[in-house]
């Protein structure tokens, strides 16, 4: 193989969906691999237009505090809130009924959900005690580092 035969084959590397080229010609041996491009997505948190913004004081607060931030003085209700980013679960399997309804009692340790993380599942006490009044996510559902998943009275 000559130069310009090794270039048109890089040329056709590039412009292709192929990765790799190997061929075998006369004893010579060409091997052309392309690196994978790596893109990455930056998802940001969806929130309710008119939502106030809570991004920067769930950054800025501890995990501990994030846990169980009091949602308003007035009306007295925590949150529990998402411990990593995730996918929510209600459920432990699809034909299984969900771990808590609105008007469950729980405790500091009743299993509220799950979070899959890369794979794991993740079982999430509420670490708090009282009375689901409402879940704030959807079955599947991605979630974010803090975001609050149940409120309870």
Do not use: R, W
Request: charged letters at 25%; aromatic letters at 6%.
């Amino acid at each position: 193989m000559n130069f310009k035969e090794i270039k048109e084959l890089i040329d056709i590397l590039d412009h292709s969906n192929l990765t790799e080229i190997n061929i075998e010609d006369k004893g010579t041996i060409v091997n052309l691999k392309k690196e994978k491009e790596i893109v990455t997505q930056q998802i940001a948190p969806t929130q309710p237009v008119g939502a106030p913004n809570t991004f920067t004081e769930q950054v800025s607060s501890t995990p501990d505090q994030n846990m169980n931030q009091a949602t308003s003085s007035d009306d007295q209700l925590q949150t529990i809130n998402a411990p990593m980013v995730g996918t929510f679960y209600k459920s432990p399997s699809p034909e299984e009924s969900a771990y808590v309804q609105v008007g469950d009692q729980v405790s500091n340790d009743t299993t509220v959900c799950i979070l899959e993380a890369m794979k794991l599942f993740n079982e999430i006490q509420a670490e708090v005690s009282g009375e689901i009044v409402e879940i704030l996510v959807e079955d599947g559902q991605m979630v974010e580092y803090g975001q609050a998943l149940f409120k309870v009275k």
